[in-house]
């Protein structure tokens, strides 16, 4: 049988090993903080084998992101910033987001810097 001092070595043992948070990722996000507000709402959604992203959204309501190798790795991250709040995707987060000039054309890509859309690749199967 063993004994409180065993028992309790044992469970100190099996505690979670202390995540590490990407230094990039960590100076990223607290700069971020700072330019837009000392405050901001985190949005972490898994993507996959790509790996994690942290969503932010700055007091003043721009949009921001850093993606992380995994969900334990996004929380630590959060914890390790003043200023976050983890949130979700609600109707008063979508409505405080005003995207920086110029983030719908950087999210278009390819299409933004089109002066006429290229025929669909399925035109000929039409007539």
């Known amino acids: 049988m063993a004994t ?3 028992t ?3 469970e100190t043992d099996a505690a979670e090993p202390k995540v590490e948070v990407p230094a990039g990722a ?3 996000v607290k700069a971020f903080v700072g330019e837009h ?4 709402n985190v949005v972490i959604q898994p993507i996959g084998r790509a790996g994690t992203r942290v969503t932010l959204v700055g007091a003043d309501g721009v ?3 850093q993606v992380v ?3 334990d790795v996004a ?5 390790a910033v003043d200023g976050l709040t983890e949130s979700e995707w609600d109707r008063e987060l979508v409505s405080a987001v005003t995207p ?3 983030h719908y054309r950087k999210m278009a890509g390819w299409v933004a810097r089109q002066t006429r859309y290229p025929k669909a690749r399925n035109a000929a199967l039409e007539k």
């Open 100 to 102: 920086a000039p110029g």
């Open 69 to 71: 190798e995994n969900n």
């Open 75 to 79: 929380h630590a991250l959060v914890a």
């Open 26 to 28: 960590l100076s990223a």
């Open 4 to 6: 409180e001092t065993e």
């Open 8 to 10: 309790t070595s044992r």
């Open 63 to 65: 949009l921001g992101d």
């Open 37 to 40: 507000g000392g405050t901001g």
